[in-house]
Nanobody
Framework: QVNVVESGGGLVQAGGSLRLSCAAS????????MGWYRQAPGKQRELVAT???????NFEDSVKGRFTISRDNAENTVYLQMNSLKPEDTAVYYC???????????????WGQGTQVTVSS
């Protein structure tokens, strides 16, 4: 059993910053990539940023230069620092972790429950 829990969402004015955290816990042998997705009302879930176990990162075009992603492998935690926030960043932000629970098991993607980010204009 693996749990993924996000925290750090909230309400912020345009131009402000928020830092999201996401911790994976439970029966974890190793974690490959971790990432953040978001889903705005009436829209499909979209990739925001990902980070591999060796810190290679990837960002959706609209957040490049404003968001950074980092991870603490010892704590199985990933962070999303969001600066210069815009109203269009408003969404539920979901974290995922690609986890291997034992050396013999396949990697499985676990998701958190999501955290709301609201940016007011």
């Amino acid at each position: 059993q693996v749990n993924v829990v996000e925290s750090g969402g909230g309400l912020v004015q345009a131009g402000g910053s928020l830092r999201l955290s996401c911790a994976a816990s439970g029966s974890i042998f190793s974690i490959n990539a971790m990432g953040w997705y978001r889903q705005a009302p009436g829209k499909q879930r979209e990739l925001v940023a990902t980070i591999t176990s060796d810190d290679k990162t990837n960002f959706e075009d609209s957040v490049k230069g404003r968001f950074t992603i980092s991870r603490d492998n010892a704590e199985n935690t990933v962070y999303l620092q969001m600066n210069s926030l815009k109203p269009e960043d408003t969404a539920v932000y979901y974290c995922n972790a690609d986890v291997r629970t034992s050396p013999q098991r396949f990697i499985f993607r676990y998701w958190g429950q999501g955290t709301q980010v609201t940016v007011s204009s």
